[in-house]
């Protein structure tokens, strides 16, 4: 079963306008961190926001904010006020705290959206 | 500069040369990652150093072989590739391996296509 899943391959906004990126994650790990990522054009990842499966707020981090639901498993990134340099693919990711099996402490991803902001 | 620096950032190599994807860190970080980034895939975590030793091979074919000679250098060393292993490489570096609230810096990747 995927960890994370990012439904909307593609998304398109208006500039000045909000929107939000929908991440959804599995874990039965009582410690976990989730982060967003940005990855513009020449292939950099931007780390952009994290929170933390124990954080009673949700995160923010100027035009970004983490819609942290706990129970539904879901950590959607909105972004305000969109700008052209949003355009870019945007993964959100998950980290467990507990080692179980292959692969444990590292960063899994999602499949991204490709998020495109229109003037 | 952003703390992780990948050289080259384009590579194209034929299927019997062999190159090196060279990654350095500047942020004092102990754990290294090698990343690939296929067209329509999730990344694909190759390769985890931790203190120089590895701890991560996730059943990556030997034509990919990594050397980590200390926290700060991490490189890819490629031979007789095919051409699906055309993809964007990602170097990643973090402060420690345990945590969750350790995220990772990225380098800007190097874009290699096999012929």
């Known amino acids: 079963a995927q960890k994370i899943t990012q439904t909307q391959p593609g998304m398109f906004v208006q500039e000045k306008e909000a929107v939000t990126l929908d991440c959804t994650y599995d874990?039965?790990?009582?410690?976990?961190?989730l982060f967003w990522y940005k990855q513009p054009s020449s292939g950099e990842m931007i780390f952009l926001i994290y929170?933390?499966?124990?954080?009673?707020q949700n995160a923010t981090e100027g035009r970004y904010s983490l819609n942290f639901q706990k129970a539904r498993k879901s950590a959607n990134l909105v972004i305000s006020a969109s700008q052209l340099g949003d355009s870019a693919m945007y993964f959100c990711?998950?980290?467990?705290?507990?080692?179980?099996?292959?692969?444990?402490?590292?960063?899994?991803f999602g499949k991204g959206t490709k998020l495109s902001v229109i003037p | 500069e952003t703390g992780v620096t990948q050289t080259p950032r384009h590579l194209v190599m034929g299927m019997t040369n062999k190159k090196s994807l060279k990654c350095e860190q500047h942020?004092?970080?102990?754990?290294m990652y090698w990343y690939k980034q296929s067209a329509k895939k999730p990344l694909e975590l190759m390769f985890v150093?931790?203190?120089?030793?590895?701890?991560e091979n996730n059943s990556v074919p030997s034509r990919f072989s990594p050397e980590c000679p200390n926290s700060s250098h991490l490189f890819l060393h490629l031979h007789t590739l095919q051409p699906e292993d055309s993809a964007l490489y990602l170097c990643?570096?973090?402060?420690?391996?345990?945590?969750?609230?350790?995220?990772?810096?990225f380098g800007s990747g190097t874009r290699l296509t096999v012929v």
């Open positions: 990643a570096s973090s402060q420690g391996m345990g945590g969750v609230g350790y995220g990772y810096t």
């Open positions: 874990t039965s790990d009582p410690s976990y961190g």
């Open positions: 929170q933390g499966s124990y954080d009673q």
């Open positions: 990711a998950m980290r467990e705290g507990q080692r179980s099996g292959a692969g444990s402490y590292q960063l899994t």
């Open positions: 942020l004092g970080h102990n754990a």
């Open positions: 150093y931790n203190f120089k030793e590895q701890t």
